[in-house]
């Protein structure tokens, strides 16, 4: 064959590479990762509602060994969960043994034990559904409401890296009181009618109590994962740092992932594609909070990013903070599971996704409407800038499979 041939046949060749990827781009069903992902939603799809009351009947195991046995290096639940809505269930009725102050941290939780043993984080709630924290996209206290969201979200993603977490009312003078420690009990007081507590955190204050409404205190109820899964904190490498002025290198350097791709564990492995999957995640639900991450220890790099800590999202349903996206549109890569579930959820899909999920939680209505409807339009901000990537540097560097070693730029 001579040369010339070859070249066109090369060129012709090329073409079809990059037609079949823009293919997948606009949403085509005709490769094996599109078929495969396509059926992975459908199952997604299939498992959304879940039925408010079920109970294990087909297994000797309680809810938390059914759960605890789920956890693995990239995965906190599989893709298939029959048990979930029974698991669920349990958290949200099960007996409190034992109630604690929360573990350290900033913001104001408590640390229960449910029957069996089983240590789940309880958030109480703060504001009403409607209520818009105003200031920067990190302001305001936890909503508790936003982690039965970011869970459910998790799922519809396909990225199961969220622990459990369901809505649950509890009686503060029945439920919490009777089996509380003495630290928990001493920040307890009245506020006319209503019981409340403050806690011990960094901002924890008497000033600023969580109050019930008379007795009966809304909140989250967040599963503990296993103590054979012990966790590594890590600083976020697109943390901010949070003082007035001072900005963080990526807020002014638009090369800082070429850096970040030098730095272990995001110089191989899914790591970087972890963080960017997640960035995504964070803009959707509007979270600007996430300056530490944590994953399983001792993993090399190849173990997920958790999705822990969720409460700072659902603020503003009006702020659209592109900042949160900076580890996408820096890096300009994603995983081709991750663009293809995005394009499935496009016109109106994620809001109701996530709503149809959200019926069977206790506390429902757990988001207001307008924060559903910021969902599809941050949504489409994603898609769009996802796009400019390709359209800059051509989708086989912008779309990667899931486990591919990252190059060094």
Known sequence: MK???RVVLLVAVLLLLGLAKLFLLD??????ASRRDLRAFRKMEAGLSLSRGDRLTHTLQSPWEVASQWVGPREVYPEETPELAAVLSALGTARVERADVGYKGTQLKALLVLDGGQKVVFKPKRYSRGYVVEGEPYAGYDR?????????????????RAPLVVGRF??????????ATDQLLSTFLMQGNNSCFYGKCYYCRESE??????????GSVTLWLPDVWPLQKHRHPWGRTYREGKLARWEYDESY?????????YDAGPRLLDVIDTAIFDYLIGNADRHHYESFQDDGGASMLILL??????GNAALDERSILAPLYQCCMVRVSTWNRLNLLRAGALSSALRQALTFDPINPVLAEPHLAALDRRLSGVIATIQQCVESLGPDSTL???RMILPHP
């Open 309 to 314: 800590d969720n409460a700072k999202s659902f």
């Open 3 to 5: 040369l010339k041939q």
């Open 209 to 218: 109590p969580a109050c019930a409404e008379g007795e009966m205190m809304e």
């Open 144 to 160: 508790h409401n936003a982690e039965v969201a970011a869970f459910h979200l998790d799922r519809i993603l396909g990225f199961r």
């Open 170 to 179: 509890v009686n503060l003078r029945t439920e919490i009181k009777p089996v």
């Open 27 to 32: 949403g085509g069903e005709g490769s094996a």
């Open 400 to 402: 990667i499979e899931d």
């Open 257 to 265: 992932c070429d850096a970040v791709k030098k730095m272990p564990p």
